[in-house]
């Protein structure tokens, strides 16, 4: 059974850096593309960033384009999201996903791609 789990968010002021983890278990972790995806108070959960199977392509929205940066560390069966530059609108639950075995990156950069969620972080910036 195929879990993830992330930690990290918190309560935070605008402009600070935080980094969240992801941590992944029952499943070939080196395998899967992994994404992590936002929704926000009212809103749709919408797309952040993805990484493919051995880290070496990354694909990001274009409102954290320059800002975050998600990285994967398959000996430890991890994946980060390092958020830079903080701003109210950041303000989510953050959601780690991953794709099923073999899937492409590019077929996870929207909510219904992903196969596996976590169950979610809160971050919450303030102005």
């Known amino acids: 059974q195929v879990q993830l789990v992330e930690s990290g968010g918190r309560l935070v002021q605008a402009g600070v850096s935080l980094r969240l983890s992801c941590a992944v278990s029952g499943t070939s972790f080196s395998s899967h593309c992994m994404g992590w995806f936002r929704q926000a108070p009212g809103k749709e959960r919408e797309f952040v960033a993805a990484v493919s199977w051995s880290g070496g392509s990354t694909y990001y929205a274009d409102s954290v384009r320059g800002r975050f940066t998600i990285s994967r560390d398959n000996a430890k069966n991890a994946v980060y999201l390092q958020m830079n530059g903080l701003k109210p609108e950041d303000t989510a639950v953050y959601y780690c996903?991953?794709?099923?075995?073999?899937?492409?990156?590019?077929?996870?950069?929207?909510?219904?791609?992903?196969?596996?969620w976590g169950q979610g972080t809160q971050v919450t910036v303030s102005s």
């Open positions: 996903a991953a794709g099923e075995r073999e899937q492409a990156m590019g077929t996870i950069l929207n909510p219904s791609g992903p196969s596996y």
